[in-house]
């Protein structure tokens, strides 16, 4: 049986009060909790919610707290470790918190102009900080550092325009990814919805998926996860 990772991406959404409103949500749906031995979480399935850094402190206190079975990611990390590089995140101070890091979002590229060299140092720096990367790309010909441990298919054009990719197309340009870097675990986003992520699931080569907008709502969230069941 296939393990899935479905990881949301919060991008710069929510306060303190309205992740609270969403964890609230989330814990009232039946989704197993980390102690479970029946349900979600235990099949081997990792659920990794991304944050911005300011609900990091909060939101691991409350997911601890109401035993959800996610675990926390960033969106970002610094390139450089600690020291003197203002407004920069080290991967050390994420991994107080989080486990995840996404690197390399084409928002990332687009926005703050972040290169192929500045992903790579920050992979390493992530890789040092014992964190899990989620390693995104464009297509099959995007460079992918050494180290990453799953890898995102995203197609710009499909990000935030509610044009998903065809899960066909989406699949075998996994399929190409996974045969040129051996990476195993390799997802798709780009406009996954509930009503769509079954279709990418049952590709044979699609481990997940990343989603954005539907990921701001926790009943949506609730339903992509559980629909790794299906
Ligand atoms: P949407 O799901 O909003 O299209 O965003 C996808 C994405 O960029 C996840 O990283």
């Given at each position: 049986m296939k393990s899935y990772l479905i990881a949301g991406n919060w991008k710069s959404n929510k306060t303190t009060n309205e992740a609270m409103e969403w964890l609230q949500k989330l814990s009232a749906i039946s989704l197993g909790t980390r102690d479970s031995g029946?349900?979600?979480?235990?099949?081997?399935?990792?659920?990794?919610?991304?944050?911005?850094?300011?609900?990091?402190?909060?939101?691991?206190?409350?997911?601890?707290?109401l035993q959800l079975p996610i675990a926390l990611g960033t969106q970002d990390v610094s390139p450089f470790g600690d020291g003197a590089y203002t407004g920069a995140v080290s991967a050390r101070q994420v991994?107080?918190?989080?486990?995840?890091?996404?690197?390399?979002?084409?928002?990332?590229?687009?926005?703050?102009?972040?290169?192929?060299?500045?992903?790579?140092?920050k992979v390493a720096q992530a890789k040092t900080a014992g964190l899990n990367i989620i390693y995104c790309v464009s297509?099959?010909?995007?460079?992918?550092?050494?180290?990453?441990?799953?890898?995102?298919?995203?197609p710009v054009w499909a990000i935030g325009t509610g044009k998903a990719e065809t899960p066909e197309h989406a699949n075998a340009v996994i399929a190409a990814i996974k045969a040129k870097t051996q990476i195993a675990m390799v997802i798709y986003g780009g406009s996954v919805t509930p009503d769509n992520v079954a279709s990418f699931l049952a590709q044979s080569a699609i481990d997940g998926v990343l989603p954005g907008g539907a990921s701001l709502d926790a009943e949506k969230f609730a339903a992509l996860l559980q629909a790794v069941e299906l």
């Open positions: 029946q349900e979600l979480s235990a099949k081997n399935n990792t659920f990794v919610l991304c944050a911005p850094y300011t609900l990091l402190f909060f939101m691991k206190q409350e997911i601890d707290r991994k107080e918190f989080a486990d995840w890091v996404i690197i390399g979002h084409s928002e990332r590229r687009k926005y703050f102009g972040e290169t192929d060299e500045v992903l790579a140092q297509d099959e010909n995007t460079v992918i550092p050494d180290g990453v441990d799953a890898v995102a298919y995203e």
